[in-house]
């Protein structure tokens, strides 16, 4: 199953600024970045089969972009709030995979495999 998260979500470094300034800001965003993702997670089929291997093809436009800062929380939170993913543990997800893949502009390509 392929998703497409048509839109730059935040970095670690980002995510951490939020919390250090102000908690109430922080959980705002989150919500306000979980509400943008459920945009693109309408038409997902929701996953029947545990565990999940899932791998991330991070379309990014700058080359000196981390990979380690990407975050894919907000994500997997929002699949779970949808009903989506039963739960984000270890017994559902047991592999991710951060790829990247440079681009003109920066999104999230999202592949879930079911591991037999």
Not at 23 to 43: D, G, H, P, Q, R
Not at 78 to 91: A, P, T, W
Request: aromatic share 12%; proline share 1%; charged share 35%.
């Amino acid at each position: 199953m392929k998703i497409v998260i048509d839109l730059k979500l935040e970095n670690w470094n980002a995510i951490i600024r939020h919390c250090r300034g102000n908690k109430i800001v922080a959980n705002t965003y989150k919500k306000k970045e979980m509400k943008n993702i459920s945009y693109f997670l309408w038409n997902m089929s929701k996953i029947e089969c545990y565990p999940v291997k899932i791998t991330c093809y991070w379309h990014i436009k700058n080359e000196f972009s981390d990979l380690d800062n990407k975050s894919i929380k907000s994500l997997l939170d929002c699949m779970q709030k949808m009903g989506k993913l039963e739960n984000d543990n270890v017994k559902c997800i047991n592999e991710i995979v951060y790829k990247y893949i440079e681009d003109t502009k920066d999104y999230l390509e999202v592949e879930i495999e079911w591991k037999k």
